[in-house]
């Protein structure tokens, strides 16, 4: 099995990430127009509950198999890859295989007074079998992360992303007759369709690899079987599971207080609303239009930082196993610089353009004004992903846990605050939001320096800042001096591939980007090896 180095497996998976978040837009952009922001409001409202109970069976689980199988590798623990690979097969596929009939049985109480819209029964019950789904996936993802081969996981998200496209617009557009509930219904079918194909991929991937490294799965061996050998066979699996859920159970606690502070802001944001006297179908609009399309918009970037947190977990991993602090600081610096440089122009982008990025996507630019007051607060959630990555792979979960908790608790008091006032409304709910991604990113920066005696590089964020004011000074200066020999169409092609250049040279010039990095960039990165020899 080919391996990746750092640098090589985050290009890797930033290069999906992006296609990704890329296609992932033409059912953000097509859903509203086929079903109405109302309706993608009832696809949206059953997502928060979906993702608490995703996170409860498999939040720490890839992360823990990446760590175990890292470590394995490098002779760190006992276990092959091969045993990490059962038992969390089997552990995570019957939790999944419960909570999935579970959420099928009490499906009408959930609808009913949880998520307080009887409406998102159909879409409710059509995303349970994803539970199950998901939990082999995140076995598999975390095995391929471990032996730090991204390629498997790059290659099933882009073919989940393109099959769910396919049939989330599909599906709705034939159920619109019915209702847009049911329309809802449909495109969650879509998703599901998607991760079931996405899952297979990853199965065949490590099927076709089964010669070269270990045999495909079986059932771990029963206890009755290993009565006189209690400790050659059922023991080091207890141990092994006792070592999975180590690392795994605070993970999974951290990202499930993130996942119930996003079920409880839905909840709270619609009580809220409700409370300053907007009617419930105008909340459910705004409430879909801030979490189907104006938040998709905002975390566009997270391909970067998703891509970086999850190779930097084998890499930090495998250098603390070392002990080799300098390898971790290294790994740290690339892993913040790259999020940094990377995320400025989306941030600028999304300030100077927001209207009439809102307008051409989603033929509204009244929403412009969400994506406009989150916009500058867009660094923050693009570097928390790499320093929650640092705390979980360095055994520091636990950290990120209390961070996560503190601006859930923040988060959560502020919507009940702001957005159950008229003055402020859904924007209460979006100030709460960014009040708690910068605090949350703040509080993990301070752990990491604690944890590793790590300096932040400060003129990094100066070279960073500097880039981003020009820049918007260029992007919107071509915009505005367009406005009468181009369409709007074409001036939003323009101005931002201008402000675009000018960045890349500022960070160029001030060495914020160098060749030798990008030469490890899939595909592109040969040429840019030629351009650094010379």
């Given at each position: 099995m080919k391996k990746q180095t750092f640098i090589q497996g985050a290009m890797i998976l930033l290069a999906a990430g992006i296609i990704n978040r890329i296609l992932g837009f033409i059912p953000r952009i097509a859903l509203p127009r086929v079903i109405g922001a109302e309706g993608v409001g009832i696809y949206q409202l059953s997502y928060p509950f979906f993702i608490v109970l995703v996170t409860l069976i498999t939040g720490g689980i890839p992360l823990a198999v990446a760590k175990l199988v890292a470590e394995a590798d490098t002779g760190a623990n006992r276990f092959s890859p091969q045993r990490i690979l059962q038992i969390s097969l089997a552990f995570t596929l019957t939790l999944g295989v419960i909570f999935m009939f579970l959420c099928i049985v009490f499906a009408p109480w959930v609808t009913r007074y949880v998520l307080t819209d009887e409406r998102v029964y159909h879409t409710f019950v059509s995303m349970s079998p994803m539970i199950a789904i998901i939990a082999v996936s995140a076995v598999y993802r975390g095995y391929f992360q471990g032996k730090q081969n991204m390629i498997p996981t790059a290659a099933s998200s882009i073919v989940e992303t393109i099959v769910r496209i396919i049939c989330v617009i599909w599906f709705a557009w034939l159920l619109l007759p019915q209702g847009i509930a049911q329309a809802a219904a449909g495109a969650m079918l879509g998703a599901l369709v998607g991760e079931f194909i996405g899952m297979l991929v990853l199965l065949w991937n490590y099927h076709r690899q089964k010669n070269d490294t270990e045999p495909?799965?079986?059932?771990?061996?029963?206890?009755?079987?290993?009565?006189?050998?209690?400790?050659?066979?059922?023991?080091?699996?207890?141990?092994?599971?006792?070592?999975?859920?180590?690392?795994?159970?605070?993970?999974?606690?951290g990202r499930l207080v993130g996942s119930l502070s996003y079920l409880a802001e839905t909840i709270v944001t619609a009580q809220s609303l409700a409370i300053a006297g907007i009617s419930r179908g105008l909340a459910t609009a705004q409430y879909g239009a801030l979490q189907g399309m104006i938040i998709p918009l905002l975390l566009l970037p997270g391909a970067l930082t998703s891509s970086l947190a999850?190779?930097?977990?084998?890499?930090?991993?495998?250098?603390?196993?070392?002990?080799?602090?300098?390898?971790?600081?290294?790994?740290?610096?690339?892993?913040?610089?790259?999020?940094?440089?990377?995320?400025?122009?989306?941030?600028?982008?999304?300030?100077?353009?927001?209207?009439?990025?809102?307008?051409?996507?989603?033929?509204?630019?009244?929403?412009?004004?969400?994506?406009?007051?989150?916009?500058?607060?867009?660094?923050?959630?693009?570097?928390?992903?790499?320093?929650?990555?640092?705390?979980?792979?360095?055994?520091?979960?636990?950290?990120?846990?209390?961070?996560?908790?503190?601006?859930?608790?923040?988060?959560?008091?502020?919507?009940?605050?702001?957005a159950s006032r008229p003055e402020y409304g859904i924007f209460g709910a979006i100030i709460a939001i960014c009040a708690?991604?910068?605090?949350?990113?703040?509080?993990?920066?301070?752990?990491?320096?604690?944890?590793?005696?790590?300096?932040?590089?400060?003129?990094?964020?100066?070279?960073?800042?500097?880039?981003?004011?020009?820049?918007?000074?260029?992007?919107?200066?071509?915009?505005?001096?367009?406005?009468?020999?181009?369409?709007?169409?074409?001036?939003?092609?323009?101005?931002?591939?201008?402000?675009?250049?000018?960045?890349?040279?500022?960070?160029?010039?001030?060495?914020?980007?160098?060749?030798?990095?990008?030469?490890?960039?899939?595909?592109?990165?040969?040429?840019?090896?030629?351009?650094?020899?010379?």
């Amino acid at each position: 099995m080919k391996k990746q180095t750092f640098i090589q497996g985050a290009m890797i998976l930033l290069a999906a990430g992006i296609i990704n978040r890329i296609l992932g837009f033409i059912p953000r952009i097509a859903l509203p127009r086929v079903i109405g922001a109302e309706g993608v409001g009832i696809y949206q409202l059953s997502y928060p509950f979906f993702i608490v109970l995703v996170t409860l069976i498999t939040g720490g689980i890839p992360l823990a198999v990446a760590k175990l199988v890292a470590e394995a590798d490098t002779g760190a623990n006992r276990f092959s890859p091969q045993r990490i690979l059962q038992i969390s097969l089997a552990f995570t596929l019957t939790l999944g295989v419960i909570f999935m009939f579970l959420c099928i049985v009490f499906a009408p109480w959930v609808t009913r007074y949880v998520l307080t819209d009887e409406r998102v029964y159909h879409t409710f019950v059509s995303m349970s079998p994803m539970i199950a789904i998901i939990a082999v996936s995140a076995v598999y993802r975390g095995y391929f992360q471990g032996k730090q081969n991204m390629i498997p996981t790059a290659a099933s998200s882009i073919v989940e992303t393109i099959v769910r496209i396919i049939c989330v617009i599909w599906f709705a557009w034939l159920l619109l007759p019915q209702g847009i509930a049911q329309a809802a219904a449909g495109a969650m079918l879509g998703a599901l369709v998607g991760e079931f194909i996405g899952m297979l991929v990853l199965l065949w991937n490590y099927h076709r690899q089964k010669n070269d490294t270990e045999p495909l799965y079986t059932p771990p061996p029963v206890l009755p079987q290993a009565h006189n050998s209690l400790g050659s066979v059922a023991q080091p699996n207890h141990s092994l599971i006792r070592r999975l859920l180590a690392i795994s159970v605070p993970v999974t606690a951290g990202r499930l207080v993130g996942s119930l502070s996003y079920l409880a802001e839905t909840i709270v944001t619609a009580q809220s609303l409700a409370i300053a006297g907007i009617s419930r179908g105008l909340a459910t609009a705004q409430y879909g239009a801030l979490q189907g399309m104006i938040i998709p918009l905002l975390l566009l970037p997270g391909a970067l930082t998703s891509s970086l947190a999850t190779s930097l977990v084998p890499s930090l991993s495998e250098a603390s196993a070392q002990g080799d602090r300098a390898l971790i600081h290294k790994r740290m610096h690339q892993a913040l610089r790259l999020a940094l440089v990377t995320g400025a122009p989306f941030s600028v982008f999304m300030y100077v353009l927001a209207e009439p990025m809102c307008l051409i996507l989603y033929n509204d630019a009244s929403i412009g004004s969400m994506l406009k007051l989150m916009a500058p607060f867009a660094l923050f959630i693009y570097i928390q992903a790499p320093l929650q990555a640092a705390l979980q792979a360095l055994d520091r979960p636990g950290k990120a846990l209390l961070n996560t908790f503190i601006g859930a608790v923040i988060k959560i008091t502020l919507i009940l605050l702001l957005a159950s006032r008229p003055e402020y409304g859904i924007f209460g709910a979006i100030i709460a939001i960014c009040a708690n991604s910068t605090i949350v990113t703040l509080l993990h920066a301070r752990s990491v320096r604690t944890l590793l005696q790590f300096r932040f590089k400060f003129m990094d964020w100066v070279k960073t800042g500097t880039g981003m004011f020009i820049m918007g000074a260029a992007t919107l200066l071509v915009f505005e001096h367009t406005v009468v020999i181009l369409p709007l169409w074409a001036r939003m092609i323009l101005a931002p591939a201008i402000g675009l250049i000018v960045y890349l040279i500022v960070m160029g010039m001030t060495r914020m980007i160098d060749f030798h990095d990008l030469s490890r960039v899939p595909i592109i990165g040969s040429w840019f090896e030629r351009r650094s020899r010379k």
